[in-house]
T-cell receptor, first 116, second 111 residues
Framework: GAVVSQHPSRVICKSGTSVKIECRSLDFQATTMFWYRQFPKQSLMLMATSNEGSKATYEQGVEKDKFLINHASLTLSTLTVTSAHPEDSSFYIC????????????FGEGSRLTVL | QKEVEQNSGPLSVPEGAIASLNCTYSDRVSQSFFWYRQYSGKSPELIMSIYSNGDKEDGRFTAQLNKASQYVSLLIRDSQPSDSATYLCAVTDTGRRALTFGSGTRLQVQP
């Protein structure tokens, strides 16, 4: 299957700082990537759809000014958590479409964010 | 609101037994269905996909889909301790291209 790489895998930051998470498609071009968030013992919740060359589409309840998404190339999408607070601590996972016809997704390794 | 429902478990089965995982979904027009396995602290990995009614087998795994009942299941034969993980059911959402996930069923295979 397609390879999606996510970095960093773990990050610890102080409250009020910003953190950037990168998601790369290594062996294919991804015009669309999806960012999910997963709290402990909960399922994956879609945060936003990242579209190459255009603005991201955010899910209801997700603050677009807090979670900045940039998809400047066909292989890279970034999520920046701005002014992070402890409640933003979560597991952030990016994914890319493997097959647009079927909806299959390939996931990055995930990034564990801890805000102190 | 479109939903995907799973029993959270844990589902405990002895090694070598068949594990049966179930999922129901609310969106009648969903077309694609997936089972992902997620180990603790890791991201999900695709186990099976199914798109039409009936059974689909891949090694020890069999996915079953019944669109009329809005039901999809995953059977794991000859369960192994390494199968112990959380299994996530995912369904395409006609309103957007991303997948909608269930809350997952935690499977424990006892040696």
């Amino acid at each position: 299957g397609a390879v999606v790489s996510q970095h960093p895998s773990r990050v610890i930051c102080k409250s009020g700082t910003s953190v950037k998470i990168e998601c790369r498609s290594l062996d294919f071009q991804a015009t669309t990537m999806f960012w999910y968030r997963q709290f402990p013992k909960q399922s994956l919740m879609l945060m936003a759809t990242s579209n190459e060359g255009s603005k991201a589409t955010y899910e209801q309840g997700v603050e677009k000014d807090k979670f900045l998404i940039n998809h400047a190339s066909l292989t890279l999408s970034t999520l920046t958590v701005t002014s992070a607070h402890p409640e933003d601590s979560s597991f952030y996972i990016c994914s890319a479409e493997g097959d647009r016809n079927t909806g299959e997704l390939f996931f990055g390794e995930g990034s564990r964010l801890t805000v102190l | 609101q479109k939903e995907v429902e799973q029993n959270s478990g844990p589902l405990s089965v002895p090694e070598g037994a068949i594990a049966s995982l179930n999922c129901t979904y609310s969106d009648r027009v969903s077309q694609s269905f997936f089972w992902y396995r997620q180990y603790s602290g890791k991201s999900p990995e695709l186990i099976m996909s199914i798109y039409s009614n009936g059974d689909k087998e891949d090694g020890r795994f069999t996915a079953q889909l019944n669109k009329a009942s809005q039901y999809v299941s995953l059977l794991i034969r000859d369960s192994q301790p390494s199968d112990s993980a959380t299994y996530l059911c995912a369904v395409t959402d006609t309103g957007r291209r991303a997948l909608t996930f269930g809350s997952g069923t935690r499977l424990q295979v006892q040696p």
